[in-house]
C-alpha cells in the first residue's frame, strides 16, 4: 500500500489526535485506522509521518515527556516554598510523584510509557540534573543511575496496576470489587484482607512504596 501525502497533517496533529483517542477509548481502542478517522483523512496518510504503532507510540510518551517537562517547569518558576535544589530526597520524591500525576493524566498512560523510546533528546537535561544531584550527595554514578531506575520502575508499574484496578475517570467505570474478592479468598484470611490495601487508596499506597523505595536506595545504594 502506498502512503498517501496529505499537506494539512502533521506529526504533530497525529499525536495529538492519538492522545485524545487513547483517553476516549484506551490503549486497545488507539487503532491506526481510528486516528485516520478522527483526522479524517486515510489511513495510509499516516504512513508519511509514522512508520508503525510502535512509532507512534514512541512520539505519544516523548510528547508526554514534553509536556511534563514544561509543565514542571512553569510549577517551579511559579511555586513558593519548594525544598532546597540540593535536597536529592525532596526532588527524588518530587520527580516521581510528578511523573504519577503526569501518567494519570492519560488512560492508559503508563503502559503507552513504558517500554517506549524517546525520539528526542528533551529528556536528557533533567535526567542529567537528577543523577548529578545524586552523586553530588555521595552516589557513585552508577549507583545514581541505579537509584533513579529503581523508583522509576516502581512508579511506572504502580500507575500501570492503578489504571488497571483503580476507577476509570474517563468513562466512570468502577475499580476492581474488593469486596466481592475477599469473599473469594474468604479461605485464605491475609490473602483476602489484603485486596483493601492494594486496590484502595492508590494516593496512600504510592506514597507508602515511595517511601520504601527512598530508604531502600539510601541504605544500599548511597555511599
Known sequence: ????RT???????VVDAALDLLNEAGLDGLTLRAIAARLDVKAPALYWHFKDKQALLDEMATEMMRRMTARAAGTAAGADGDPAPDDWRETYLRTMRTLRAELLRYR????????????????AAGLDASLRLLVESGFTPAA??????????????????????GPNPFDGTG?????????RLAAHPLA???GRVMFRDFD????????AVLAGV???LRG
Request: hydrophobic share 35%.
Open 204 to 211: 496512600e499506597g504510592f506514597e507508602q512504596g515511595l517511601a
Open 218 to 220: 539510601e541504605a544500599t
Open 144 to 165: 545514581a543511575a541505579r537509584a533513579w531506575l529503581t523508583a522509576y520502575s516502581y512508579t511506572i508499574g504502580y500507575v500501570i496496576e492503578e489504571q488497571a484496578m
Open 175 to 183: 475499580g476492581y470489587d474488593v469486596e466481592a474478592r475477599a469473599e
Open 1 to 4: 500500500m502506498t502512503p498517501q
Open 108 to 123: 492508559d498512560g503508563a503502559k503507552v510509557y513504558s517500554g517506549t523510546r524517546f525520539t528526542d533528546t528533551g529528556y
Open 192 to 194: 483476602a484482607e489484603s
Open 7 to 13: 499537506p494539512k497533517l502533521d506529526r504533530g496533529q
